[in-house]
């Protein structure tokens, strides 16, 4: 075949038909919406990773010296991109897009929720710092929160989603999920950033762990590899997905979920201090202090026993 002619005939019809095919459905690229603007929320979360961590996350040096000048300098920064970010997807989903947005308050809006963004990370850094500490005392073989900070996967989608949290609370759109899926690709941890988190999360090694969005964790909770908080599928009379509803379940404080376990269902509940074993399939809710452990390789088939009392 000659790849000349052929570009001068046959391309020319593949053109059309992937022309026709954009004005069906096309994401518009003046509205940044595209790759350039998916890349853009990238390198904005790694922006706000460099401010609440300095010399993790960023990419230079930074010395005490200069830790002043480089927060203030970031900031300015941060704020100039979060306020065009959120602008471009509030007009983009805004009911008068495009002929009218100009004369509604999305500028405005925009600038506020930034400055709410903002507002919220030095909470979000204490929040961080707790989580890095749950690493370093839950787990024998992590000598710093140091090490914690640089190397651990959790850490890392953990700060992610804490940071798409704030966006998705404040009902912005579309960032969150990119900013989370980021944190997916790079780590293997895929927490949507509707998940409800307490404090001092810890997850250990963290390949494979999925999080859905209606899910809530309480404080002091340690999750292990390949363990899915997920839902059950519901689905209407239709058979379409049902959406807007508890679909994930409800974690309670001091839980420990051990590798590659499943817990479904919206009215799924695991109670305060209840250690889920590896391998098992949950679908109804645990009790308080529970062990529950498989007793074959057969999916619900479990045992359940109850912790000692210490008084």
Same mark, same amino acid.
């Not at 979360?45 to 010399?55: M, Q, V």
């Not at 992610?160 to 899926?181: D, F, K, N, Q, S």
């Not at 409800?250 to 889920?276: C, H, M, Q």
């Given at each position: 075949?000659?790849? +000349?002619?052929?570009?001068?005939?046959?391309?020319?019809?593949?053109?059309?038909?992937? %022309?026709? $095919?954009?004005?069906?459905?096309? =994401?518009?690229?003046?509205?940044?919406?595209?790759? $350039?603007?998916?890349?853009?929320?990238? %390198?904005?979360?790694?922006?706000?990773?460099?401010?609440?961590?300095?010399?993790?996350?960023?990419?230079?040096?930074?010395?005490? %010296?200069?830790? +002043?000048?480089?927060?203030?300098?970031?900031?300015?920064?941060?704020?100039?991109?979060? @306020?065009?970010?959120?602008?471009? @997807?509030?007009?983009?989903?805004?009911?008068?897009?495009?002929?009218?947005?100009?004369?509604?308050?999305?500028?405005?809006?925009?600038? %506020?929720?930034?400055?709410?963004?903002?507002?919220?990370?030095?909470?979000?850094?204490?929040?961080?710092?707790?989580?890095?500490?749950?690493?370093?005392?839950?787990?024998?073989?992590?000598?710093?929160?140091?090490?914690?900070?640089?190397?651990?996967?959790?850490?890392?989608?953990?700060?992610?989603?804490? #940071?798409?949290?704030?966006?998705?609370?404040?009902? #912005?759109?579309?960032?969150?999920?990119?900013?989370?899926?980021?944190?997916?690709?790079?780590?293997? #941890?895929?927490?949507?950033?509707?998940? $409800?988190?307490?404090?001092?999360?810890?997850?250990?090694?963290?390949?494979?762990?999925?999080?859905?969005?209606?899910?809530?964790?309480?404080?002091?909770?340690? #999750?292990?590899?390949?363990?899915?908080?997920?839902?059950?599928?519901?689905?209407?009379?239709?058979?379409?997905?049902?959406?807007?509803?508890?679909?994930?379940?409800?974690?309670?404080?001091?839980?420990?979920?051990?590798? +590659?376990?499943?817990?479904?269902?919206?009215?799924?509940? @695991?109670?305060?201090?209840?250690?889920?074993?590896? +391998?098992?399939?949950?679908?109804?809710?645990?009790?308080?202090?529970?062990?529950?452990?498989?007793?074959?390789?057969?999916?619900?088939? =479990?045992?359940?026993?109850?912790?000692?009392?210490?008084?």
């Amino acid at each position: 075949m000659d790849i +000349n002619a052929w570009m001068n005939t046959d391309m020319t019809d593949i053109a059309r038909k992937l %022309e026709s $095919s954009f004005r069906e459905y096309h =994401i518009s690229p003046e509205e940044g919406l595209n790759v $350039s603007g998916r890349n853009g929320v990238y %390198e904005l979360l790694e922006d706000i990773l460099a401010i609440l961590f300095p010399g993790a996350f960023s990419r230079e040096m930074i010395h005490e %010296e200069d830790l +002043n000048f480089y927060i203030h300098d970031m900031l300015r920064h941060i704020a100039r991109k979060m @306020v065009g970010q959120i602008r471009t @997807v509030i007009k983009y989903h805004c009911p008068k897009h495009p002929k009218d947005c100009c004369d509604c308050d999305c500028n405005k809006r925009a600038e %506020e929720l930034s400055v709410e963004i903002i507002e919220s990370l030095p909470d979000i850094r204490t929040r961080l710092l707790e989580d890095a500490d749950a690493a370093f005392q839950g787990d024998p073989a992590c000598h710093s929160m140091e090490e914690a900070i640089l190397s651990y996967p959790g850490l890392e989608a953990i700060a992610v989603y804490r #940071i798409a949290h704030r966006y998705y609370e404040l009902e #912005i759109p579309l960032i969150p999920r990119i900013m989370t899926e980021r944190a997916h690709t790079r780590t293997g #941890i895929d927490i949507h950033p509707g998940a $409800s988190i307490g404090r001092r999360f810890f997850i250990d090694h963290g390949t494979g762990v999925v999080i859905g969005e209606t899910c809530r964790i309480g404080q002091n909770v340690k #999750i292990y590899q390949g363990v899915t908080l997920g839902a059950l599928s519901p689905f209407d009379k239709s058979g379409r997905p049902r959406k807007g509803e508890k679909r994930h379940p409800d974690i309670e404080d001091d839980v420990i979920i051990y590798a +590659n376990s499943t817990v479904l269902g919206g009215k799924t509940v @695991v109670g305060k201090g209840a250690i889920i074993g590896g +391998n098992t399939w949950i679908t109804h809710s645990v009790p308080p202090h529970a062990i529950i452990s498989s007793m074959s390789s057969q999916p619900g088939d =479990i045992q359940v026993k109850h912790k000692k009392s210490s008084t």
